[in-house]
Nanobody
Framework: VQLVESGGGLVQPGGSLRLSCAAS????????IGWFRQAPGKEREGVSC????????YYVDSVKGRFTISRAIAKNTLYLQLNNLKPEDTAVYYC???????????????????WGVGTLVTVSS
């Protein structure tokens, strides 16, 4: 199993980025998969996840309405569209599997066994 994130960078407040997580060794329909982030000096937090077969998606309150998770099954790739970025979104973003529970109403971000190395998002003017 391998997860490789890309798409991070430096962006001004209000800007957008699209993060990618290229998966190999499994298919995205096998697991619920999620995005996490770790800001400097803070603990890693679950940001969003999408369920097996893509039926449901969850977002933490701080990113609702700004971030969108999606999948491209043919490419076996997970995406996270980041819009209206704020300085507090600055962090290293990771994808990971499996997510113990993921639905539109809630998620349980524990039990992850495989992580990517992360991609840095910096929001600054």
């Amino acid at each position: 199993v391998q997860l490789v994130e890309s798409g991070g960078g430096l962006v001004q407040p209000g800007g957008s980025l699209r993060l990618s997580c290229a998966a190999s060794g499994f298919t995205l329909d096998d697991y619920s998969i999620g995005w996490f982030r770790q800001a400097p000096g803070k603990e890693r937090e679950g940001v969003s996840c999408i369920s097996k077969w893509g039926g449901s998606a969850y977002y933490v309150d701080s990113v609702k309405g700004r971030f969108t998770i999606s999948r491209a099954i043919a490419k076996n790739t997970l995406y996270l569209q980041l819009n209206n970025l704020k300085p507090e979104d600055t962090a290293v973003y990771y994808c990971a599997i499996p997510i113990a529970y993921c639905s539109a109403d809630g998620a349980a971000f524990y039990g992850m066994e495989h992580w990517g190395v992360g991609t840095l998002v910096t929001v600054s003017s």
